[in-house]
């Protein structure tokens, strides 16, 4: 990987049960929800772990579900905020 000024590492902790696997995890902070609602809560295009720490994610088991059984990201992250009660209001975070 490059890194510009600090790089931060999502890594499993081998002593504890994952709920969701590191690469569906990858799949869901990727996606364009996330990414909206991170930009909505920060304010800024640099990430922190605080930051991250406080990003309101979709219920683990939906993410798991809905990300096993389709390769549609994008539409499946959606699905897993509304779901969890976690969509987005026009204009602001709910």
Do not use: W
Not at 56 to 79: C, K
Request: with cysteine; aromatic share 4%; hydrophobic share 40%.
């Amino acid at each position: 990987f490059v890194t510009e000024n600090h790089t931060i590492l999502i890594l499993p902790d081998p002593n504890k049960k994952q709920a969701v696997t590191l690469k569906m995890l990858c799949r869901l902070l990727n996606s364009g929800a996330v990414d909206a609602r991170f930009r909505r809560m920060s304010g800024t295009v640099s990430v922190s772990t605080k930051a991250l720490r406080e990003l309101p994610l979709p219920s683990a088991s939906l993410v798991r579900t809905l990300f096993s059984n389709s390769q549609d990201d994008e539409r499946m992250a959606e699905i897993a905020y509304e779901r969890s009660g976690l969509a987005a209001r026009k204009g602001g975070r709910k």
